[in-house]
């Protein structure tokens, strides 16, 4: 995410692609794909349009570098998540607060995400929206072994593991959309803090034994 953005050899080339990856980031976070020219993102950058095509030969490249980054670093998360030692509710919860701490870090970066949802994908190169569909699936196997974990240890009912990380999954976007919406009535921590504890409530009830 922003944090890594730009790590390079060269000092200079470092500094420049960090200020263009930020500067298109506020952009189409802003304006949406196609809406933005990368005349705008490289004025917002200060620098020219020609150096900002040294860097990426078009909008969607360069559009696609962040959608890359940011799904990389969500799936690390959930990876790291499902590696961990202790239950599945301890990996979960640690997950959860991950997430938190990186989408307020990165708000923009979950901005575009949505915005690129909003797009109609069938006007993006194929390659792009194959990679895409690919770090998502990705993402959800990783979920899927926590899932499978918790459904062992009695945390979640024995259903299919797959569509239970989806529906985990689609409680978070919720979330997300929400605090996207309208941060100042719905506080992203309080909500995944509720989440967690209703997890935790299902732990207590032991699902396995009620279905």
């Known amino acids: 995410m922003a944090k890594t953005l730009g790590l390079r050899k060269n000092p200079l080339k470092d500094e420049r692609e960090t200020a263009f990856k930020r500067a298109a980031l506020r952009v ?80 923009d970066f979950c901005k575009l995400s949505w915005k690129m949802r909003a797009e109609e994908l069938e006007t993006f190169s194929p390659q792009y929206v194959e990679e895409l569909y690919k770090y998502i699936q990705q993402t959800k196997q990783e979920l899927k072994r926590i899932i499978s974990q918790g459904i062992e240890e009695g945390v979640f009912p024995p259903f299919d593991a797959y569509y239970l990380s989806c529906m985990l999954l689609g409680l978070v976007e919720g979330m997300e959309i929400q605090w996207l919406e309208d941060s100042q009535a719905f506080d992203l921590r309080k909500g995944m803090g509720l989440a967690l504890e209703m997890l935790k409530s299902f732990q207590k009830l032991g699902m396995n034994k009620i279905v």
């Open 28 to 107: 189409f976070s802003s304006k949406g794909y196609h809406k933005a020219t990368m005349q705008e993102i490289a004025l917002e950058a200060g620098f020219g349009k020609g150096t900002l095509y040294w860097y990426w030969k078009s909008k969607e490249e360069l559009y696609f570098a962040l959608i890359r980054e940011m799904h990389e670093e969500f799936l690390r998360l959930v990876g790291e998540a499902s590696k961990r030692n202790g239950s599945a509710l301890d990996k979960l919860t640690w997950l959860g607060e991950e997430i938190v701490e990186l989408y307020y870090r990165d708000r």
